[in-house]
């Protein structure tokens, strides 16, 4: 090869190199951005852990503890806020009016943003007053969002870790854990009627009867068409066609004040 061709690869390289260096600095800075606003969620801006309601079961904090009225001025879509103990899952919920696939790339203070937000959709009402109301949130790799669902799979930790909590400016519900298993990428609100009640039992006699390595089913919880059910979903590493879902159960629903 002549001295004018080994130029000619000598740039090219220096140019993939280059490329190579700006693609992994833009992800380099893409995850300490999403790291700080992650940061500024779980610190105390908007919520307050220091004790327990003495009327309240344990692991739950009062509605009081977080301040909607804030969260509010900083993004109006925001309505809720979803909790699991031992997870990293302490983050508000939002919901587009326009697009239902808003908030998979806008952040809660509806910023562009690759962590994105959890949400629901407009196929679901805001009080949770649904059969089944889905939730939304991205699997990071950093562990943020609902990349903790997949603590789940682990069959301890799921024997162990039973609720789920959701507030609202008004209600505190508590949710049991049921169901943490893999399923197809459908959308589930499109795919079945809830509001049929022989729809909804016999979807949950199906999930209810799932057999995987990865599945766990906690056959003490009733769970029936006559109640209001969550279902948190999130992807599947390296499997663009399946979901991992934690699928819980309406137990308790309160006043936040």
């Known amino acids: 090869m002549n001295r004018k061709k080994w130029k000619i690869v000598l740039c090219l390289g220096i140019v993939i190199c280059i490329g190579c260096l700006g693609v992994f600095g833009w992800i380099t800075y893409r995850n300490y951005r999403t790291q700080k606003e992650l940061e500024a969620i779980s610190s105390s801006d908007f919520t307050q852990r220091d004790g327990e309601e003495p009327d309240l079961p344990e692991g739950i904090r009062h509605g009081d503890d977080i301040d909607f009225n804030e969260l509010q001025k900083i993004n109006d879509e925001i309505y809720a806020w979803i909790y699991i103990p031992d997870t990293k899952i302490d983050y508000p919920v939002a919901q587009n009016a326009e697009d239902d696939a808003h908030y998979l790339n806008y952040n809660y203070k509806n910023e562009p943003e690759f962590a994105g937000c959890i949400y629901t959709e407009k196929y679901n009402k805001k009080d949770f007053t649904d059969p089944n109301t889905v939730m939304y949130g991205h699997n ?115 006043d936040a004040k």
């Open 140 to 254: 990071m790799r950093n562990g943020s969002m609902f990349q903790n669902l997949h603590k789940f799979e682990d069959g301890d930790f799921f024997d162990k870790h039973k609720n789920v909590y959701v507030y609202t400016p008004d209600k505190i519900y508590t949710y049991t854990i049921f169901a943490a298993y893999k399923y197809d990428n459908r959308h589930l609100l499109k795919s079945f009627n809830f509001k049929d009640k022989e729809v909804f039992e016999n979807y949950l006699k199906n999930v209810l009867s799932t057999r995987q390595m990865i599945s766990h089913i906690r056959k003490d919880q009733k769970v029936t068409a006559d109640d209001r059910i969550l279902t948190l979903s999130t992807c599947v590493g390296g499997e663009p066609d399946n979901r991992y879902l934690v699928q819980a159960v309406l137990t308790d629903e309160r």
